[in-house]
């Protein structure tokens, strides 16, 4: 399985991104896909989480009604739109899909990462 990440990049403060994460090597449509982020000397953190058929979401409270995570199964693409962006929003944003069709939230519950995309929002 290989997931591909793309879509960071540097942009100020109430500004926003789209992130794309597309996956090959097993059928995407049977699957929950999220997204993870990173910062600089902290843990891995939980971002968003879709369902394998994109009716059920799940957000961290930090991101919840900025950021929706939706998915497109005929493109085996899951994206990330990241709104109203703020400094502590950034990390690495990385794409990860679990062994469940349903939502996962612990990164325990992810098999296979994504190579990570970059996300700076300058103040």
């Known amino acids: 399985v290989q997931l591909q990440a793309s879509g960071g990049g540097l942009v100020q403060a109430g500004g926003s991104l789209r992130l794309s994460c597309a996956a090959s090597?097993?059928?995407?449509?049977?699957?929950?896909m999220g997204w993870f982020r990173q910062a600089p000397g902290k843990e891995r953190e939980f971002v968003a989480a879709?369902?394998?058929?994109?009716?059920?979401?799940y957000y961290a409270d930090s991101v919840k009604g900025r950021f929706t995570i939706s998915r497109d199964n005929a493109k085996n693409t899951v994206y990330l739109q990241m709104n109203s962006l703020k400094p502590e929003d950034t990390a690495v944003y990385y794409c990860?899909?679990?062994?469940?069709?349903?939502?996962?939230?612990?990164?325990?519950?992810?098999?296979?990462w994504g190579q990570g995309t970059q996300v700076t929002v300058s103040s």
């Open positions: 990860a899909s679990p062994q469940s069709s349903f939502i996962a939230t612990l990164r325990e519950e992810y098999d296979y």
């Open positions: 090597g097993r059928t995407f449509s049977s699957y929950a």
């Open positions: 879709i369902s394998w058929s994109g009716g059920s979401t």
